[in-house]
């Protein structure tokens, strides 16, 4: 009980110091109290529920924020129980205390940028929506990290809900008083029970067995000896690291960090953002097809693109236009694909028909343009010079540009380019196709641009799509505005319909999952009184929960992006002490991640999207981009991560609510072949047979 009641007065008595220096904050915090009572249409005196709690994100991060600088904990010892070498080859010796001084961390310039020291709710605030951003516990161990986090979260809710109710009422009757701080501090001591009873210490596992390096070939001969399954080679490679993370030596001297620890992610995209550019490695494998567009520059060039295009993602208008885009695709071909596809009981390749989606949704959003690669009537695409030829080339261009990647002769494609041979030529080929096409479309929207302003000079040029939106802001140039476009082509081409993909897979074995997201659809439905011919509004598709938490869950263990490479600029050492060197590569495996019994339990291998949902409400609880970084994170995560949940929602949803998808394959069969391009697909395409749901 006094451990428990010290450590909360001690975060509440710094919190509301810091407060009474920074009027800004609290003015803030009272404004989301006041419109969550105004949003539930309750009163002052109505106690707030766990719903209330969830959405009190600034009052969450400036706790958060206050504790960061005044650990209530500040320090932690535990006992070394045998020998150990620590990641960063320190050596512990059986029978030492370690200690972790929670304090010093929360004041690292090297862990929280340079304005460590102050008071700033914006750090644990995802800058676009404003949402809780929490932080890896090993960075921020106030709750302790491991297996109580969990514990020490619900502890938090608690602290919110006092805290709120002592902020709002600003001052209580002193019974009152007594029986808060009595319920409190009991649930401090059952926090304090699961963390004694909970935490056990882990073993410590060996390096990757196998792994050294041969001279001059380094892992060359491990890593064409496993190029047929890499990813599940990294994943176990770093799996059985201690640090999870592991040096790679390419042929050459090339080196780099292969990780999937949850410190290093952050470290690399948030906390030394600056120091990891994409770099001239990754860029100059991409240049040719992306230019500097926004996936491929970094510095000034990539922060004036992400500004600009950020600010557009952020607006309702963009928002509304790509759900009208995903219900035309929808209505106007994918459904008629698969009734006509049901009517004549064939067998479907789901992968080519979401791609197909997916490209024709993202050439309207990005420039108004509808290659018609769905179209049901094949005659229509095949007779669209502007469908066949783009397309296709697009395609190509993508497919040879990504195999750039894994030359086992890392620039063996230059010699190629050089003497215009093989996929090189194919590349250039393409690529001049893509880019011709852009450039007309990029002078035919300058041109109505012109119109427009000599017509209506008063009114401002506005389209809904990107292109339009980027024209009518500002006179780029037409490679800034090729480059861009194609990047967000590129973006938006094959991620989605690769996570829905592996998502209809995971669900034709998880029958339990379908029948929970069918239910979640027909309450809804109730709920509006709207029926299956009426589309899904942002409002209902807000409300799928776990329909969100099943894709969510779906991309943790298929990511359509399964790993990341950056460029280190300069000698640098992560927070647990690993060294990097100037030059290397530093990637991380968002498909290693995903299949971590640290980070996820002893079930990290199993489909299960109750894991992302609140016990109690059923809410989506989101986990930090860095043990999830499937959307990447920090300043350069994915811009269309909104977007793309509008489209595979709506896509899953209208197809579960009409059709039982029934995957075709043998019995006992393996799980499909993953193939790596820029994003995972599967390989083989996924065969399915489709049956109308009411005929079942
Ligand atoms: C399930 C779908 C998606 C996933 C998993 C995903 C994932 C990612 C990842 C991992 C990155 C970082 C890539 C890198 O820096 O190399 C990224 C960046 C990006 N994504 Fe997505 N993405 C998805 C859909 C989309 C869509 C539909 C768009 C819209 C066009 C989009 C636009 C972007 C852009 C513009 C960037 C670059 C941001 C920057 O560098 O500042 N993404 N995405």
Request: glycine fraction near 6%.
């Amino acid at each position: 009980m006094l451990a428990g009641k010290d450590t909360t007065s001690s975060a509440l008595t710094w919190f509301f110091w810091l407060l009474s220096s920074h009027p800004k904050m609290e003015a803030k915090i009272l404004a989301e109290i006041k419109s969550i009572h105004a949003r539930r249409h309750s009163f002052d005196d109505d106690a707030f529920g766990f719903e209330d709690l969830r959405e009190m994100n600034y009052l969450h991060a400036s706790i958060t924020e206050s504790m960061q600088l005044y650990a209530p904990v500040p320090f932690n010892s535990l006992h070394c129980l045998a020998d150990d070498v620590l990641p960063n080859g320190t050596t512990v010796k059986k029978g030492w205390f370690v200690s972790y001084a929670s304090y010093s961390m929360g004041r690292m310039e090297a862990l929280w940028g340079s304005n460590f020291d102050e008071f700033k709710l914006e750090r644990s605030l995802e800058a676009e929506t404003d949402t809780f951003w929490p932080e890896s516990p090993f960075k921020y161990p106030m709750f302790q990290g491991g297996r109580i986090c969990a514990w020490g979260r619900r502890w938090s809710k608690l602290t919110i809900m006092f805290t709120a109710t002592l902020m709002e009422l600003r001052f209580l009757p002193p019974q009152s008083q007594s029986i808060l701080l009595f319920l409190f501090s009991l649930s401090i001591l059952y926090f304090f029970f699961f963390i004694f009873r909970r935490s056990t210490p882990d073993g410590v596992p060996a390096y990757p067995p196998g792994l050294e390096p041969y001279p001059l070939l380094g892992h060359l001969p491990q890593f064409v000896k496993n190029r047929r399954r890499l990813l599940d080679w990294f994943a176990e490679c770093i799996a059985a690291t201690p640090s999870n993370s592991f040096v790679l030596c390419r042929p050459g001297g090339v080196r780099g960090l292969m990780t999937a620890n949850p410190v290093h992610v952050e470290h690399i995209l948030r906390g030394r953002f600056e120091l990891y550019p994409k770099g001239p490695r990754v860029t100059s494998l991409l240049h040719d097809f992306l230019g500097d567009g926004i996936f491929n520059s970094d510095g000034e060039s990539w922060r004036l693109q992400r500004k600009t295009a950020s600010f557009e993602f952020n607006t309702k208008s963009l928002r509304s236009f790509v759900l009208r885009v995903v219900r035309d695709e929808l209505l106007a071909r994918l459904l008629p694909r698969l009734n006509q596809a049901a009517a004549q009981g064939v067998v479907l390749d789901l992968q080519d028909l979401l791609e197909r989606f997916a490209f024709d949704n993202i050439c309207k959003v990005a420039f108004n343009q509808d290659p018609a690669c769905l179209s049901p009537d094949t005659a229509t695409a095949a007779q669209d010079p502007f469908s066949s030829r783009f397309a296709s080339a697009f395609n190509d261009a993508s497919d040879i540009t990504s195999g750039r990647f894994r030359y086992v002769v890392p620039k063996f494609w230059m010699v190629k380019k050089l003497f215009g041979v093989g996929s090189e030529r194919r590349l250039k080929e393409a690529i001049t196709t893509v880019h011709e096409f852009a450039v007309k479309i990029i002078r035919a929207k300058k041109k109505e641009k012109q119109t427009y302003s000599v017509s209506k000079p008063s009114s401002l040029f506005k389209a809904d799509d990107l292109l339009s939106r980027f024209v009518a802001n500002e006179d780029h140039s037409e490679d800034f505005l090729r480059d861009i476009v194609v990047s967000f082509m590129l973006a938006g081409k094959d991620t989605t319909s690769s996570a829905l993909t592996w998502f209809f897979w995971l669900l034709s074995s998880h029958p339990e999952v379908e029948a929970k997201i069918l239910a979640e659809i027909k309450s809804i439905r109730a709920r509006r009184h709207s029926s299956d011919d009426d589309e899904f509004g942002f409002e209902d598709l807000r409300e799928m929960n776990y329909l969100h938490a099943s894709i969510t869950e779906s991309m943790r263990l298929y990511p359509p992006v399964p790993s990341n490479s950056l460029h280190c600029q300069d000698d640098d050492v992560f927070p647990d002490g690993t060294a990097v060197k100037k030059g290397w590569f530093v990637s991380y495996s968002s498909y290693s991640m995903g299949r971590m019994e640290a980070l996820w339990g002893s079930d990290f291998d199993e489909f299960k999207p109750e894991r992302w949902l609140e016990a109690e409400t059923g809410s989506f609880r989101p986990e930090s981009p860095f043990k999830y970084p499937v959307f990447h994170g920090g300043p350069r995560m994915c811009l269309g991560k909104d977007m793309a949940y509008i489209q595979m929602k709506s896509i899953a949803a209208c197809v579960l609510e009409r059709f039982v998808v029934t995957v075709v394959r043998e019995k006992e069969a393996p799980p499909p072949e993953k193939m790596v391009t820029l994003t995972l697909k599967m390989k083989g395409g996924l065969p399915v047979r489709v049956v109308g749901r009411e005929k079942c």
